[in-house]
């Protein structure tokens, strides 16, 4: 069953907005019929260069880790919000996660939507058994959820990054302690041959 968590936020700029909206909104697991309102959310955010970064080279052709997708929405179901996490190595043989991307809409932006699936998302992974997370992204956005960028200092990702904006984080204590080498996605034929 699909966990919800109702939470409360007012729009800080809420008279910058030309339309009323939703004062509510809910965090849940993403579904098929979500992904056409994220990836327009994803457009309108980020924009077509989005699919010209680094971390999506470990993104491509790859899922995110299962439970871990999430959305926020409206009561009325209008997408505001959108993380995911994927399966990676931080290096030879140790598991993480990477975050990202994480978005809000314009209109919802400073109004808790970002923070309330940051806080599910960590939760989700921790409940999962995961180790760490890597993201690349605002160190001062970032470091309030206990990001920080000495847990990457050695690693390296398949491609150019702001090193400023390589953050990790640890979900399990010392999990991140003495990594080093290429951040690698988990290749999903891992999966599938093990399965066969
Ligand atoms: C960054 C983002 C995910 C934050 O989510 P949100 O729902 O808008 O913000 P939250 O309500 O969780 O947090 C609001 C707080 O974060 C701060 N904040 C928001 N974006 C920030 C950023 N890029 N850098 C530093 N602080 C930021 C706000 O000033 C506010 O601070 P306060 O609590 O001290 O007043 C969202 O605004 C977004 O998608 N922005 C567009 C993409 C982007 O700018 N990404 C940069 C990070 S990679």
Known sequence: MTRQIATRFSFRSIERLAAPVDPHFQIALEKDQDIEARESLLDRVFGPERFQKTSEKLRVNQAPVSGLALVAKTTSGALLGTIRLWPIFAGQGRAALLLGPLAVCPEAKDGGVGRALMLQALA?????????????????????????????????????????????????????????????????????????
């Open 124 to 196: 989700r992974a921790k409940a999962q058994g995961h180790a760490s997370i890597l993201l690349v992204g605002d160190a001062a956005y970032y470091n309030r959820f206990g990001f920080e960028r000495r847990f990457t200092d050695r690693l390296l990702l398949p491609g150019p990054v702001d090193r400023k904006r390589f953050l990790g984080r640890e979900l399990i204590p010392g999990a991140l302690f003495g990594a080093v080498g290429a951040v690698k996605p988990v290749r999903r034929q891992r999966f599938t041959a093990i399965a066969a």
